[in-house]
């Protein structure tokens, strides 16, 4: 409810962009991606998660599918990410989210949570290790490096989570400096990417100034300790994505320090509730591994998407959860939320 509100006070101005277009656009077209996101957090929800768990590979292989025919579909802005089904754009990259998490839960369940269990380096850590690294790569190619990243830091925190030695992690990081220095020297990053990370070394050493990343800082810092008012802010008509990437910085300006604060207390009460819950309510292992994995995926994009805001981070296109204007972003935490829902009513 509270980001209906921001969406609609950050979004509402953008008739005088497009005069056609009604003031309630987006906010109504928000309502239906909440009412849609609702209808499938309830059926995975009834669902029993030793369904869900047994489902895994079958959802593995729809999204690789949905993955690949993406690029079937004509870009937009130079990215192949949605699926246009007429009346709705998929982004299946968002909904890889929650199905990695699915996936590594229903593969340890079945291979980890044994009696004097012992990693064994192919089937522990190799395989899954695979699965992730070629989600990622599918992602990455859209492009959507961002996304890509996100896919990994899930897969890996959710393998040590699972009881993956600590000094694999040390092989993990080798992995990650290969994979730099790969995209680096087969030049894989798109020339936008490197301009946003040019961007982000010049204004992080205050060489240069990123204009974006600019007005949503004048934003915040206009906002003060209380804000200008709702729907009274002016940055929202010189911020290109206003509702989507940046609606943090509408918020900031409108409803200043306090209206920031009471967000991320929302989402802080939300992540500590997910985290007892899987400590206390939920005795499955992999049961376990779904609500954290669900929490940390929360965390990390609203700790992204704030970072970027406040320029500690390049600009990317990763949005505020349960905030952000998207359909696709919605479906995915909405449908996130039925596993978790599922893991904890149906846990054995």
Do not use: C
């Amino acid at each position: 409810m509270f980001g209906l509100i921001i969406l609609y006070s950050a979004s509402y101005i953008m008739v005088y962009r497009w005069p056609g277009i009604d003031l309630a656009y987006y906010f109504t077209r928000q309502v239906l991606n909440i009412s849609i996101g609702l209808v499938f957090m309830f059926v995975i929800a009834m669902i029993p998660i030793e369904k869900h768990l047994q489902w895994a590979p079958g959802y593995l292989v729809g999204l690789i599918l949905l993955l690949v025919a993406v690029f079937f579909f004509p870009s937009k802005g130079g990215s192949h990410r949605w699926i246009d089904l007429g009346f709705y754009d998929l982004q299946p990259s968002e909904l890889a989210k929650f199905v990695i998490i699915l996936f590594l839960a229903a593969y340890f369940d079945k291979r980890q949570f044994q009696e004097n269990w012992k990693v064994d380096f192919f089937d522990k850590f190799l395989i899954p290790v695979g699965w992730i690294l070629f989600i990622s790569y599918l992602i990455f190619r859209e492009p959507d490096l961002s996304t890509s990243m996100i896919i990994l830091s899930i897969g890996f925190l959710l393998m040590f989570v699972a009881g993956l030695r600590y000094y694999y992690f040390f092989l993990l990081a080798g992995l990650a400096v290969v994979g730099l220095v790969a995209v680096l020297q087969f030049e894989l990053l798109k020339p936008y990417q490197l301009d946003r990370l040019r961007g982000f070394l010049d204004f992080f050493t205050g060489s240069a100034v990123d204009t974006q990343v600019q007005i949503g800082i004048d934003a915040i810092s206009s906002g003060g300790v209380l804000g200008g008012g709702l729907a009274l802010g002016d940055y929202k008509y010189l911020l290109p994505v206003q509702f989507t990437d940046f609606i943090f910085a509408i918020l900031g300006e409108e409803l200043g320090f306090v209206g920031m604060a009471f967000l991320l207390i929302l989402y802080y009460l939300m992540a500590r509730s997910l985290i007892h819950a899987a400590i206390k309510g939920v005795n499955r292992p992999a049961g376990k591994l779904i609500v954290v994995g669900y929490a940390y995926l929360v965390l990390i994009q609203v700790i992204i998407n704030v970072g970027v805001v406040l320029g500690v981070f390049p600009p990317t296109g990763i949005p505020l959860p349960f905030i952000s204007y998207g359909g696709s972003s919605m479906l995915a935490y909405l449908g996130g939320f039925g596993l978790v829902i599922s893991a904890i009513t149906h846990d054995e």
